[in-house]
């Protein structure tokens, strides 16, 4: 593929139909059957969504929500959407209801294409979101309009023109105000982030796509570079598939959070501890499929011991570091770079600076600004467009970045998620039983530590402190993720130390009682 | 049932055998990340030839939980 005849996502879709026809671009376990899919059957019927959502609004511009697991229909929607001029709105499936509808709202969402789990939520979304005009399911069903359903009856219909500098998409993402902010991204940012490096990757490759595809790192990194590549995607149909997965589509190339790099060592390391006789190498090969030439890491700290271990395999792993907000990429490492400690060298047409020790980033891949958030904006961009990441680090004599903190208070798991502490802190505000409370992250668990207001609770004769504490964050956690919510519980006799202007110190000598 | 669970969680966390008691929580209690944990259940479906349902691991919360859902499966 010519790269620079690529300026927006449709020149993408387009190109790669054009380049790899009727090679196989996706596959979907269905049962024991495997369902494929096409470059040209992607870009085809992607146009059938485009002249669905033509029809539905009359040619004008639309915002879409996507919600659901990576699938055929799941991107013939995304490009169906984007390739046309209209914006795509991909949110986090684990989302709950509560969560859902005020991410539609502040989308300005008209369209929502769902999961099929989603149904029994749609008569809150219809209640809630009256803005929404139409309700698409990602699979067959005859209670609402469907994809497959689109794809029998709406003839492809050519997308209009669209400009590089266009918004393709929004994507929330977790921020230190409390409020997940939407990050604008261009069809020239995310084209940017899929031409800035050459030669990582091949038509021969399979990467098998294990991370959720809402977030800018899969997308960019699975779909938007297999497109580029022509290589083939294989769908995880779930966590608790990658195993048998891996056996079966027998990939090329993977990219995972350090997390899934640490289970699968621990794993292969158990079956070499109990058959010492089989080398490690021998159980890495069938453990994989034996295909694998090399895992790519992302969205938290990898250890370079664990690289190393890997390495000794004969699996290189070349992590990368980046942000939502960079569409994602920032650096990336080569999978033959023996540097283990830094995060990779910084991609092509990005450049870094370190101010006051923060890492600076300013590239034709860095966001438009948040949606409808200009404060925000003003905090992340300068005005000549340099996007402060947060973190701090460094950059040496040959390009490689290093990481040494984080400036901001975001909680980052081993997971890759991003959970901002202050929009749980958020759902502790207004109780008279509670002076103040921190949440950060303990032993990779989110904890919560209160000082109760002990006034109120004698004067109301409550003596079960612990129990009303507890049950608050039970409701609490009803309300959020899985990944967000609070696993411990700690209460403490004396009140948090402060800063001058009165607030909680994020970093407390003292720890309250674990209660749980 | 439960002593074969207990040897294939002790591939995933490192803990003594008698903390994997049938109230132990997998997350809280045996310290199980999340991926181990969906990792963990896809075994549980190959080793006992069953479909653990997405939506029910929620509900799996103690080992104890996963030997009755797997019983209540092979029923």
Redo the contacts between chains.
Sequence with gaps: MDKNKIKTLRDLVAESAECYGDKTFLKERKGKDVAETSFNELYENSKRINRFLTEKFGGRTVHAALIGATSSAYLEAYFGTSCSGNVIIPLDAQLKEEDLCDHLRRSDSEVIFFDKKFMPVLDSVRRNCPMIKEFVCLQDTDKETCIPQIIRDYEPSDFGDVSPEQLAAILFTSGTTGLSKGVMLLHSNLIDNTMCQDNESSTDDVLLSVLPVHHVYCFTCDILLSLRYGATVCVNDSMMHISQNLKFFKPTLMLVVPMIAETIYKKMKAVYDASPDIPMKTIADNVFGGNLRGLYSGGAYLNPRLAEDYRNLGIPIAQGYGMTECSPRISTAHLDDENLNSIGTIVNGCSVKIVDGEIWAKSPSVMKGYYKNPEATAEALTSDGWLRTGDLGYVDSTNHLYITGRKKNLIILSNGENVSPEELENKFSGLEWLSEVLVYAEDGMITAEAYLNQEFLNENGIDKTAGIFKNHVNDINKTVSTAKAIRRLRLRDVEFDKTTSKKIRREQSVRGQLIS | MLEQIKEMI???VDVEAEMITADARF??DL?F????F??F???V??TFDII?E??D??NIRTVGEAVAYIENLKA
């Design positions: 002790m591939n995933y997350i809280e310290h990340n999340s991926y181990d969906m990792s259940l896809g075994e479906e190959e653990v997405e939506e691991v929620l």
